[in-house]
């Protein structure tokens, strides 16, 4: 049987959204001391980019590499995961992730599920024990405030004749999801509620699964 001509792309951020957990919010509380500094007040005073914000917290704390393999046994991608991307591709579904987290823990959780996805982040690396991010200059969406620009991933579909859905839960999810038609726009948490003040209409969710079950019917 010939595959399915895959001309439909679902675009998904990845913390929150194809996870239940938030790697950012997990080493925050768990990882990151309370007398350090507050590098998301800083973000939202305009002193520092979405990124220069991740960045600074995940290099402040030396956990090393393996106590950073094992801090990612807490975050889970949705049950079945293979199974629900075979069936968005036997739909014409592509799935692709765009993300202002870190490839180094993405493509590693991708891998603990024997997945392999396009990603749009940013780099990452381990030095002296920390999680260095790196900002990815050589994207072709790249951008300096979150590294990665969501929008862009998502015109880009767009503008090879594509119907893209996109999935968020987060501020750098803003911009993306109101480039899509409403009936293809899935929030969650932050999102959810920053698109209901706006009065935009979008699909609530709980669990990216849920998603699948809509894009399918």
Not at 140 to 145: G, L, N
Request: proline fraction near 7%; hydrophobic fraction near 45%.
């Amino acid at each position: 049987m010939n595959a399915p001509s895959l001309r439909r792309t679902f675009v998904t951020d990845f913390d929150g959204t194809l996870t239940r957990q938030d790697f950012y919010n997990l080493f925050l509380e768990q990882l990151y001391p309370a007398d350090a500094p507050d590098q998301w007040a800083a973000f939202c005073e305009g002193k520092i980019t979405h990124f220069e914000c991740l960045r600074n917290i995940y290099a402040h704390v030396p956990v090393g590499e393996a106590g950073l393999e094992r801090f990612l046994d807490q975050i889970e991608l949705p049950p079945n995961f293979p199974t629900l991307l075979a069936s968005l591709r036997a739909a014409g579904w592509e799935v692709v992730i765009a993300s202002a987290g870190s490839r180094w823990y993405i493509e590693r959780l991708l891998a603990r599920e024997r997945v392999s996805l396009p990603v749009h982040t940013n780099h990452g690396r381990i030095v002296d024990g920390r999680l260095v991010m790196e900002l990815p200059t050589e994207s072709p969406f790249f951008h300096p405030h979150a590294g990665i620009d969501k929008a862009a991933v998502v015109k880009s579909f767009q503008d090879d004749g594509r119907e893209v859905a996109f999935a968020g839960d987060g501020i750098t999810d803003i911009a993306p999801v109101l480039l899509v038609p409403p009936g293809l726009r899935f929030a969650t948490g932050y999102l959810a509620a920053r698109l209901k003040e706006r009065g935009e209409p979008f699909r609530a969710f709980n669990e990216w699964s849920e998603i699948v079950g809509m894009l399918l019917k």
